[in-house]
């Protein structure tokens, strides 16, 4: 909502987008690398599903994209968006709209 506010201002000029993926799991978080060089990161199968989600927001036209279990939570304000291969994972995952 905040990016349609901006994108209505006439002087915006190109408008702004954005795609958000929502997804729940558990995670593994910390620096990794070597002493001198080290990345803090986040890493899991739901952070996995989060990048690959967000890759299809486009695709699917959508500014956020959630997983079934995130969509539970949502209620009414979700709606099916289809199922998607997503690598990594064998089947089909279910994706939903964030309306």
Same mark, same amino acid.
């Given at each position: ?5 901006? /994108?209505?201002? +006439? @002087?915006?000029?190109? +408008?702004?987008?954005? %795609?958000?993926?929502?997804?729940? $799991?558990?995670?593994?978080? $910390? /620096?990794? @690398? ?5 990345? #803090? ?6 952070? =996995? ?18 997983? $079934?279990?995130?969509?539970? =939570?949502? $209620?009414?304000?979700?709606? +099916?968006? @289809?199922? #998607?291969?997503?690598? %990594? #994972?064998?089947? =089909?995952?279910?994706? #939903?709209?964030?309306?």
């Amino acid at each position: 909502t905040r990016l349609r506010a901006i /994108n209505a201002d +006439p @002087g915006c000029g190109r +408008p702004l987008r954005a %795609g958000i993926a929502l997804s729940v $799991g558990s995670v593994m978080f $910390g /620096n990794i @690398g070597v002493p001198s060089r080290l990345t #803090f990161s986040v890493i899991g199968q739901s952070v =996995h599903a989060a990048a690959r989600i967000e890759s299809l927001t486009k695709t699917v036209g959508a500014e956020v994209l959630m997983t $079934g279990d995130v969509a539970r =939570h949502a $209620g009414s304000r979700s709606r +099916p968006a @289809g199922a #998607f291969a997503l690598s %990594g #994972f064998s089947e =089909h995952q279910p994706l #939903f709209i964030l309306e």
